[in-house]
C-alpha cells in the first residue's frame, strides 16, 4: 500500500508540475503576442498542405481591414499589389524566393508587401518568416512569421526618392510648361492624384495663373493635360477650396 500511495504521490507531483510548466508557456506566448502587436505587428501560422491559417493574430483587423478569423492565404495574396524580396543574401525574384522558402533552402523568408485593403487603403507590410519543419522527414510544413506595418517608413523613403528625383530632372533651363509637367509627373507617382494644377500667384495683377493641370475623365482612370485655371488672386483668399470639386472633364 505504501509503494502505491508513493506512486500516486509521484504521479501527483508530475500533473503539477506539468500544469506549471503550460502555464508558464501560456504565460510566455501571451507576453510574445503582446509585444508583437505593440510593435503594430500580426504573428501567424501558416500550413503548407492546405494554404490555411493555423494561427492569425487579432491585429489582423486593423492591418488587412479584414478580421483574422476570415483571413485566409487567397484573401491575403488577392490584397496584394506588389512585394520586393528585401533578404540581403537572396539573389532571384519572389516566386523563385518563395519557392526555395518552401523547399527549405531558405532559413529566414524576408520581404515588403504592398497591399490594398477592401477598403481601398494601401499600406506596406514587412513579412519575416522561419520555417517550421515536420521532425521525421525534416520537409517544411508550415512558415511562422510576423506581419508589421511599415506604410510610413515606405512613405517617408519615397518621398525622398521623389525629392532627389525632382532635383535631378529640374537642373536643365525648362519653361514653366515643362516643369509643371514634371512635378505633376512625380505627383502622380507618389500620390497617384486624380486631379492636378501647379499655380503661380501674380500679387501686382491680383491672379492666379495656372501653368500647368491635369484631371482624370469622368469614367477614366488616368489624369490628362487640361489648360490650366486663371483666377483672380481674392477668389482664392477668400475661398481656399475654390480648386476642389468635380472633375472639368
Keep these: 500500500m ?67 478569423e476570415e483571413m485566409t492565404r487567397g484573401r491575403f495574396l488577392s490584397l496584394i499589389q506588389r512585394t520586393e524580396v528585401t533578404d540581403p543574401e537572396a539573389t532571384c525574384g519572389i516566386r523563385e524566393y518563395a519557392k526555395a522558402f518552401r523547399e527549405g533552402k531558405v532559413e529566414r523568408y524576408q520581404t515588403d508587401v504592398h497591399i490594398r485593403t477592401p477598403q481601398g487603403e494601401d499600406k506596406w507590410l514587412s513579412d519575416s518568416a522561419v520555417p517550421l519543419r515536420d521532425e521525421r522527414t525534416g520537409a517544411v ?36 510648361h515643362e516643369v509643371g509637367k514634371i512635378v505633376a509627373e512625380e505627383s502622380h507617382r507618389l500620390f497617384g492624384h486624380d486631379a492636378f494644377e501647379i499655380m503661380l500667384f ?20 488616368e489624369p490628362v493635360y487640361v489648360t490650366p485655371n486663371v483666377f483672380a488672386l481674392q477668389i482664392v483668399r477668400d475661398q481656399p477650396g475654390v480648386l476642389q470639386g468635380k472633375s472639368r472633364l
Design 2 to 68: 505504501a509503494d502505491r500511495g508513493k506512486s500516486a504521490e509521484g504521479l501527483r507531483q508530475e500533473i503539477e508540475s506539468l500544469r506549471a510548466e503550460l502555464a508558464a508557456l501560456r504565460e510566455t506566448e501571451s507576453i510574445y503576442q503582446r509585444t508583437i502587436e505593440a510593435a503594430r505587428g500580426v504573428p501567424y501560422l501558416l500550413c503548407f498542405a492546405d494554404g490555411t491559417y493555423s494561427h492569425m493574430g487579432l491585429g489582423a483587423k486593423v492591418i488587412f481591414g479584414v478580421p483574422a
Design 141 to 176: 510544413t508550415h512558415s511562422l512569421g510576423i506581419l508589421v506595418d511599415i506604410t510610413e517608413r515606405r512613405r517617408a523613403e519615397f518621398e525622398r526618392e521623389t525629392l532627389g528625383t525632382l532635383a535631378k530632372r529640374l537642373t536643365a533651363p525648362l519653361g514653366l
Design 202 to 221: 501674380d500679387e501686382e495683377r491680383d491672379l492666379a495663373i495656372g501653368i500647368y493641370g491635369e484631371d482624370t475623365p469622368l469614367g477614366g482612370t
